[in-house]
């Protein structure tokens, strides 16, 4: 009899150890739950705040091409008008 509470006992306490084992993936896996959901929320953010920079890069983007071609036409024009005084100013030059 004592054998067999012996042996009772043995399975007892392998069952409460599968348990615990059990209990402990358990608990391992919401800890890693939790951690996934942590960095996907963290990703989110940094994905919207770059979304946000982009916008705000374009937007500026945009004005710098706007700029850029505001001056490229007055920088031309002045070219332009610069080739006209000095073509106007060569027949002079060349009669003296």
Partial sequence: MAATL?????RLDA??????AAVARR??????RGDLETELQIMQDDRA???MELDASAERLARMEA???DLG???GRAAGTI???LARAEPADGRD
């Fill in 6 to 10: 012996e042996e009772a006992l043995q």
């Fill in 83 to 85: 080739r006209e005084v």
């Fill in 73 to 75: 036409g007055r920088v």
């Fill in 67 to 69: 700029v850029a071609r």
């Fill in 49 to 51: 705040r770059l979304a």
């Fill in 15 to 20: 069952a409460v150890g599968l348990i615990e």
């Fill in 27 to 32: 608990l391992d896996a919401e800890r890693r």
